[in-house]
């Protein structure tokens, strides 16, 4: 399957500012792109990239007073198949862990692990350890969350939804991460592209955000907010919560005034043609 991935975002800067996006396809997904994925900004900027922490591609400029757009565009090979499941995954002793897995226990900006502990045991301690048990965390949130865009605000927190029981797709990731991670389940943030494929067509398009759980000496895909498994799904960052996966950080003012995103599928030269 080819997917053309597209994103075009505008402000406006009342001064100079500094500012980071994590705008690129993930570097895990860098060998399936069949064109550049690169960052274009009007005005034209010095634009560097890097590699954070967390594995992302990032990238920094320094934006000048006034109208600033970034946007983007590129076609990428996906397999075409739904998220990949497995019922027998098993959890691990936290003793047993990679190094590399342990900060995906700990609390974060939007995650308070610590105010869930009590909670997360009597909702969920009870139930068979492994893929069973995060699908049941999953559920929950799905069946007591309403998803609801004009409920949504920066300062959300985990402990936030699960006592509002409202909000958007962040907002259903942060609540399943909390609980899995109270219960010592390494979980982490991701953020990317999910058209609308082989479901329903919602309007407008936007970047999504789903959740990736350690289990069986891997990560895997859940999302709290549809439940499913789904098609299409492109990756972009991964993350303790969302304050380390924003699409752009300005150390400054940068006031939002356009933002668009698109995923669709398109078909093949041959099939144009």
């Known amino acids: 399957m080819l997917l053309r991935l597209a994103y075009d975002i505008q402000f ?9 996006a994590l ?9 399936d792109l069949l064109e550049p994925d690169e960052l274009r900004t009007e005005p034209h900027l010095d634009v560097s990239s890097y590699i954070d922490s967390f594995g992302n591609r990032c990238s920094r400029f320094v934006a000048p007073r006034g109208p600033l757009r970034l946007s983007g565009s590129t076609l990428i090979q996906d397999s075409g198949r739904p998220d990949a499941s497995d019922w027998f995954a098993r959890e691990h002793a936290v003793g047993d862990l990679p190094h590399e897995v342990l900060p995906f226990l700990l609390s974060s900006r939007y995650c308070e692990v610590d105010r869930f502990s009590t909670i997360a045991v009597e909702l969920f301690g009870h139930l068979q350890p492994g893929w069973s048990r995060v ?11 309403t998803f609801n865009y004009q409920m949504a605000r920066p ?42 494929i082989g479901v329903p067509v919602v309007l407008p398009m936007d970047f999504s955000a789903w959740l990736e759980v350690y289990l069986d000496n891997r990560w895997w895909t859940f999302d709290a907010r549809n ?13 303790r919560d969302a304050s380390d996966v924003a699409m752009t950080t300005s150390f400054g003012q940068a006031d939002l005034r356009h933002f668009f995103v698109v995923t669709e599928e398109e078909a093949p030269v041959s099939e144009v043609q």
């Open 12 to 20: 406006e800067i009342p001064a100079p500012v500094a500012m980071v």
């Open 23 to 31: 705008l690129n396809v993930h570097p895990s997904r860098a060998p």
């Open 135 to 145: 699908q049941a965390i999953c559920d929950w949130v799905h069946n007591h969350v």
């Open 155 to 196: 300062t959300k927190t985990a402990l936030d939804v699960y006592t509002e029981r409202v909000g958007v797709c962040r907002d259903f990731q942060h609540l399943a991460i909390t609980f899995c991670r109270a219960l010592n389940i390494p979980a982490r943030y991701a953020t990317g592209y999910l058209g609308d």
């Open 227 to 239: 439940n499913q498994p789904r098609i299409g799904r492109i990756l972009m960052a991964t993350g």
